[in-house]
């Protein structure tokens, strides 16, 4: 069935790399109709991208959750999905680890007048865990708290299956799997003309790098994450999914639609509809696993922000005179993991949290500003991370479910 599709997945991966070429062809122009357009189409995909996936997040879980035969199931499948999640995200940092004591970038600043308190475990952290627990259904959606939306969704999808009057139960079923198959509608149309999108995406990207982007200085400490992020994407996930019986090259370009939108809007939330649409068609993917397992992992399993985290902590805490031992590794190993797990996939979200993560632990933040502009680059790499890995666990949940 992979090869009757082949043809079809070839012709759409020709669209989409022509309109990352016209994207760059006409970025680097210096036409500024051109740019205005590309940046007129890269606004409108990131609205309905931004629209969609909240949405969509929401609605699988609950359906997800409403519609399993069993307890017993659902917990499985749960119980998987949180099981490889670390079990990535842990090998995620410490690749990042490994390859930032190997490099050991050098400092770029010295500021011997700034002194570093003792490092804890921040008290606005968990202030932040604490706001995932929602005292406003609308206002999680409003802004944009996917792991308190997830955690309604949860909630809303697993109180269903204990309503106890089958006729309520389910019409409350139907509604929300009505809306579900709405929502999945949209998103095919969106699909056909993710082409559009990418040409803005791909506009914006270069209007970007032509605007300064400058990585003298920084070198090392870029190295460390681009190969954290590679070594992670090309080796490590790929020798799981051999191990567990998967083709990882015809996996990779089964995903590829995919992986070119979450490059070019550096938001695996965003990047969701199309993840789901494309891991189901292409792969054969159970919708009943990739729509409950990928909004879960969109949320949780963040390799690409679990290296960014590790090593930009560790590498400002290094330039403002921290010494960095045996235990000050292992300990942001945990530290990174957990930050990432509990990180919103939308753009930025791992500079922010890396930010929060040293504030509250009293480590001085105003490298965070020489790294900012160089975010960019890193953020299209990690998002890329994001959605394989997302994507690489719901194939081997999905695998080992119907093995079974």
């Not at 975010?375 to 695998?399: A, G, P």
Request: proline letters at 4%; a positive charge; hydrophobic letters at 50%.
């Amino acid at each position: 069935m992979y090869n009757g599709r082949s043809n079809k997945l070839l012709k759409s991966s020709w669209f989409y790399l022509i309109a990352i070429f016209l994207g760059i062809v006409c970025g680097m122009s210096g036409i500024a109709l051109l740019e205005q357009i590309g940046q007129y189409c890269a606004e409108i995909f990131v609205r309905i991208l931004k629209f969609i996936s909240v949405p969509i997040v929401s609605l699988s879980v609950i359906v997800a959750l409403s519609s399993y035969d069993s307890d017993k199931s659902m917990i499985k499948v749960l119980k998987k999905s949180w099981f490889y999640t670390t079990i990535t995200t842990v090998f995620a940092t410490s690749v990042a680890a490994m390859l930032y004591l190997i490099v050991r970038p050098n400092n770029i600043t010295v500021t011997p007048d700034i002194h570093v308190q003792n490092v804890t475990m921040p008290g606005t952290y968990s202030r932040y865990l604490l706001g995932i627990i929602p005292d406003n259904v609308l206002k999680s959606f409003l802004e944009n708290n996917v792991l308190s939306v997830l955690l309604i969704s949860a909630i809303i999808g697993i109180s269903i299956r204990f309503i106890n009057e089958t006729v309520a139960k389910n019409t409350v079923v139907s509604f929300f799997k009505g809306i579900h198959d709405i929502f999945f509608t949209i998103t095919k149309f969106i699909v056909k003309v993710m082409p559009i999108g990418l040409f803005g995406f791909a506009v914006v990207s270069v209007l970007e790098f032509k605007n300064g982007l400058n990585i003298m200085g920084l070198g090392s400490y870029l190295l460390v994450i681009l190969l954290a992020n590679a070594a992670q994407g090309i080796i490590v996930l790929p020798l799981w999914l051999a191990y567990k019986k998967f083709n990882p090259l015809k996996a990779f370009k089964a995903m590829s639609p995919a992986l070119s939108v979450a490059f070019f809007s550096k938001s695996s939330n965003a990047t969701l509809p199309v993840t789901m649409d494309t891991i189901e068609k292409n792969l054969n993917i159970n919708p009943k696993i990739s729509r409950f397992v990928l909004p879960l992992c969109t949320t949780i399993n963040m390799n690409g922000c679990a290296a960014f985290i590790f090593t930009t902590c560790i590498y400002v805490m290094q330039n403002y005179g921290v010494e960095i031992t045996s235990f000050t590794v292992v300990s942001w190993i945990l530290i990174a993991t957990l930050a990432a797990i509990g990180n919103a996939g939308v753009p930025m979200g791992c500079f922010f949290m890396s930010v929060n993560l040293m504030s509250a632990m009293n480590i001085p933040i105003p490298l965070m500003g020489v790294i900012l502009p160089f975010y960019n680059l890193i953020d299209m790499e990690e998002t890329v991370l994001n959605v394989w890995s997302d994507s690489c666990v719901t194939m081997v949940v999905d695998k080992e479910l119907k093995d079974e």
